[in-house]
Antibody
Framework: QVQLQESGPGLVKPSETLSLTCTVS????????WSWIRQPPGKGLEWIGY?????????NYNPSLKSRVIISVDTSRNQFSLKLNSVAAADTAVYYC???????????WGQGTLVTVSS | QSVLTQPPSVSGTPGQRVTISCSGS????????VNWYQQLPGAAPKPLIY???QRPSRVPDRFSGSKSGTSASLAIGGLQSEDQADYYC???????????FGGGTKLTVL
């Protein structure tokens, strides 16, 4: 079973860009679906989007975040990344990366990383 | 407001059977399979049920899932103290073209 580990700054200023990377180990990142999911403190889970790591790099984003999100993949490093721009306090959350099965959804999760948006 | 509706909390005593409901619509639960996740305090969610009623090999058969129409349920039999956690349902929504989660249910073992 693959293992996933999120990394990136834990503090981002309002209006700036949140950038996170997920490193996949124990298997190849190619030809699988990879997703980002977040959880504001004390609240529920919200799907951000996913990428399919083939040559096309097809993406699909949550409509409520679509205008601010980019998910990309670097197969040479076995990593995929999240960029969320124009962040505000409401974007403060634990961000999880996950491997996704197209039929059964997220099936392997990283441990999560807390990102706080504050000046 | 979550697309899928779960009760905020449920409780039970050790050995008891409890169920957690997840209410959706024709664009999500009626049309697609449902997943359930268990989230222990301070930890990442873990898959508990996938494709409505399938269990990963590590999950005991005390946990079971079902679906009828636009609602799904998670049943936990023989309740144990270690089952105290938050539980989330999730499925694909064809109208939103994305994955949606329930708001989560906190299970307390009395």
């Amino acid at each position: 079973q693959v293992q996933l580990q999120e990394s990136g700054p834990g503090l981002v200023k309002p209006s700036e860009t949140l950038s996170l990377t997920c490193t996949v180990s124990g298997g190849s990142i190619s030809n699988y679906y990879w997703s980002w999911i977040r959880q504001p403190p004390g609240k529920g889970l919200e799907w951000i989007g996913y990428i399919y790591s083939n040559y096309r790099g097809i993406t699909n984003y949550n409509p409520s975040l679509k205008s601010r999100v980019i998910i990309s993949v670097d197969t040479s490093r076995n990593q995929f990344s999240l960029k969320l721009n124009s962040v505000a306090a409401a974007d403060t959350a634990v961000y999880y990366c996950a491997k996704m099965d197209p039929s059964s959804g997220p099936d392997s999760w990283g441990q999560g990383t807390l990102v706080t948006v504050s000046s | 407001q979550s697309v899928l509706t779960q009760p905020p909390s449920v409780s039970g005593t050790p050995g008891q059977r409890v169920t957690i409901s997840c209410s959706g619509s024709s664009s999500n639960i009626r049309s697609n399979t449902v997943n359930w996740y268990q989230q222990l305090p301070g930890a990442a969610p873990k898959p508990l049920i996938y494709m409505t009623n399938q269990r990963p090999s590590r999950v005991p058969d005390r946990f079971s899932g079902s679906k009828s129409g636009t609602s799904a349920s998670l049943a936990i039999g023989g309740l144990q103290s270690e089952d105290q956690a938050d539980y989330y349902c999730a499925t694909w929504d064809g109208s939103l073209n994305g994955w949606v989660f329930g708001g989560g249910t906190k299970l307390t073992v009395l």
